[in-house]
């Protein structure tokens, strides 16, 4: 009984599905673990920002600030 309710489930279309992804590389951007998490969390909020279907990868900092380069799912660049 649980395999035919799984099989007419597993036929169900589920919907749309987006992805907002922030990536941070050792040691490229931190070599601290905490700091790493920071600068991937950082860019996953500026991927969420710069609407559905994005990847933010962080970029090393300069300074103060950190800049971010957004490009969506589909490898277009984001605008500005």
């Known amino acids: 009984m649980r395999?035919?309710?799984?099989?007419?489930?597993?036929?169900?279309?589920?919907?749309t599905?987006?992805?907002s992804i922030g990536v941070a590389l050792f040691p490229?951007?931190?070599?601290?673990a905490e700091a790493l998490l920071?600068?991937?969390?950082?860019?996953?909020?500026?991927a969420k920002g710069a609407g559905r279907d994005?990847?933010?990868i962080s970029e090393m900092s300069t300074g103060?600030?950190?800049r971010a380069q957004a490009t969506s799912i589909t490898?277009?660049?984001?605008?500005?």
């Not at 920071?38 to 500026?46: C, F, H, I, N, V």
């Open 3 to 15: 395999s035919k309710a799984w099989a007419e489930l597993s036929r169900q279309a589920l919907g």
């Open 38 to 46: 920071a600068k991937a969390d950082e860019a996953l909020y500026q």
């Open 75 to 80: 490898g277009e660049p984001e605008r500005s």
């Open 64 to 66: 103060a600030s950190a």
């Open 28 to 32: 490229q951007h931190a070599s601290e």
């Open 17 to 19: 599905l987006s992805v």
């Open 54 to 56: 994005r990847v933010v």
